[in-house]
């Protein structure tokens, strides 16, 4: 599957029993459908999933990864803040670190102190942004 931003094959990630397909270059993840609800159902947030909504942007719209039709875009995040890429039958493509600030929008407030977040460590191992390995 190539990268529907940089054009680069995706590497596929496993994160308990969810694939996550992301791209080395531009560290952007592909979602299928459906994942993005399991990764939230998983680190007990669901809020998020009712929030998205379409909008008329004036980004560049991207290519579906699997079907090469146009992704549409679509707000994500409490107040919106998020703009992501949709294909309606394959799935959500996340820019650098969308899908870290989505995760946290849709799990905030109901995630408990202190709680283990695996999910959030995870992505932290992954998009350690240039420089910063050896900290
Ligand atoms: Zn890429
Ligand atoms: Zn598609």
């Given at each position: 599957?190539?990268?529907p931003?940089?054009?680069?094959?995706?590497?596929?990630?496993?994160?308990?029993?969810?694939e996550?397909?992301?791209?080395?270059?531009?560290?952007?993840v592909?979602?299928d459908?459906?994942?993005?609800?399991?990764?939230?159902?998983r680190?007990?947030?669901s809020?998020?999933v009712?929030t998205?909504?379409?909008v008329?942007?004036?980004?560049?719209?991207?290519?579906c990864?699997?079907?090469?039709?146009?992704?549409?875009?679509?707000?994500?995040?409490?107040?919106g803040?998020?703009?992501?890429?949709e294909?309606?039958d394959?799935?959500?493509?996340?820019?650098?670190?969308e899908l870290?600030?989505?995760?946290?929008?849709?799990?905030?407030?109901?995630?408990?102190?202190?709680?283990?977040?695996?999910?959030?460590?995870?992505l932290?191992?992954i998009?350690?942004?240039?420089?910063?390995e050896s900290r």
């Amino acid at each position: 599957m190539k990268c529907p931003q940089c054009s680069d094959i995706l590497i596929t990630l496993e994160f308990d029993r969810i694939e996550i397909d992301y791209c080395p270059r531009c560290e952007g993840v592909w979602l299928d459908s459906g994942e993005l609800a399991l990764l939230l159902a998983r680190e007990g947030g669901s809020a998020l999933v009712g929030t998205f909504r379409p909008v008329s942007g004036k980004e560049r719209k991207r290519t579906c990864p699997i079907c090469s039709r146009a992704m549409k875009k679509i707000l994500a995040g409490g107040n919106g803040s998020i703009l992501l890429d949709e294909c309606p039958d394959h799935g959500l493509w996340f820019d650098r670190g969308e899908l870290k600030k989505t995760l946290a929008a849709g799990c905030s407030g109901i995630r408990e102190e202190g709680r283990e977040d695996s999910l959030t460590r995870l992505l932290d191992e992954i998009f350690v942004p240039c420089g910063e390995e050896s900290r």
